[in-house]
Antibody, heavy 119, light 111 residues
């Protein structure tokens, strides 16, 4: 069974930084495009960022552009999200999700990691 | 970066059919065959139910079906069951500097 396990969440002050990780297993990570999606408490899903299998194509939501950086290490089967200049509105559960590969949409999701931005 | 529009809530009795709409524009829902639907139970990660407008992943019940007309996509749940009570989100590829957009979400209640 495909496994995606996020880590790195926690409490951070406004203006601070945090790095999220997503460890992938039981599939060939290097051949799949990946996403980060977040969900603020009691709110809906918001797509955050996308990275292609070889890191050649990257997209960001306007709300995080210039502050967040997505990256991956295929040798370590890991996906990352470096979050800088964090704001209160970045408080959310952050999910990593695997793209279907041959089309758009995410077929497997991690359990999520909570990021709380508060003073 | 506006979200796709979904009704806040939809309800139905066991055995009935319900339909959730998802309205976008010609730059997303209406322009590409890349609409997906996700089910999310409280405290759980989303689950893919439909992709490419009307395709079901392996293991998803055939009670779930998707369609599209113009800029509006729809998810229909037939033979409603108690376990279908959850939040549902549509998502679409969007031709812009971003890539994906989600809908506002719909809470399905089984009466």
């Amino acid at each position: 069974e495909v496994q995606l396990v996020e880590s790195g969440g926690g409490l951070v002050q406004p203006g601070g930084s945090l790095r999220l990780s997503c460890a992938a297993s039981t599939f060939t990570f290097s051949t799949y495009n990946m996403n980060w999606v977040r969900q603020a408490p009691g709110k809906g899903l918001e797509w955050v960022s996308y990275i292609s299998s070889r890191s050649s194509t990257i997209y960001y939501a306007d709300s995080v552009k210039g502050r967040f950086t997505i990256s991956r290490d295929n040798a370590k089967n890991s996906l990352y999200l470096q979050m800088n200049s964090l704001r209160d509105e970045d408080t959310a559960v952050y999910y990593c999700a695997r793209d279907l590969g041959y089309t758009y949409g995410s077929d497997y999701w991690g359990q999520g990691t909570l990021v709380t931005v508060s003073s | 970066q506006s979200a796709l529009t979904q009704p806040a809530s939809v309800s139905g009795s066991p055995g009935q059919s319900i339909t959730i709409s998802c309205t976008g524009t010609s730059s997303d829902v209406g322009g590409y065959n890349y609409v997906s639907w996700y089910q999310q139970h409280p405290g759980k990660a989303p689950k893919l139910m439909i992709y490419d407008v009307s395709n079901r992943p392996s293991g998803v019940s055939n009670r779930f079906s998707g369609s599209r007309s113009g800029n509006t996509a729809s998810l229909t749940i037939s033979g409603l069951q108690a376990e279908d009570e959850a939040d549902y989100y549509c998502s679409s590829y969007r031709s812009s500097s971003t890539l994906y957009v989600f809908g506002t979400g719909t809470k399905v209640t089984v009466l």
